[in-house]
């Protein structure tokens, strides 16, 4: 499995990696990919802070800079 590591600006690591089980109420496919070409990633963090779930491009370790990707961690942050 692939991981992508960040840091976001609270300095909090960030290991991201794609959902290998989709959520009960997820509506793609079996292959877990859904009809608009995204996958479900998981970035889990060092320390306290809760692990979220993004939606992202299939290609999203090569096509989301690592800015766009913390951006993303914050806005989902509960």
Do not use: F, H, Y
């Not at 609270?10 to 009960?24: L, S, T």
């Not at 877990?32 to 979220?52: F, H, I, N, W, Y």
């Not at 993004?54 to 999203?60: C, F």
């Amino acid at each position: 499995m692939d991981i992508k590591e960040i840091q976001t600006a609270d300095g909090i690591r960030w290991q991201c990696a794609e959902a290998m089980i989709k959520p009960a109420d997820d509506k793609s496919s079996p292959s877990g990919k859904d009809e608009r070409d995204l996958v479900m990633v998981v970035c889990t963090p060092t320390g306290g802070a809760q692990s979220v779930r993004i939606e992202l491009k299939t290609d999203w370790k090569e096509s989301v800079p690592d800015e766009e990707l913390a951006r993303a961690i914050e806005q989902n942050r509960k």
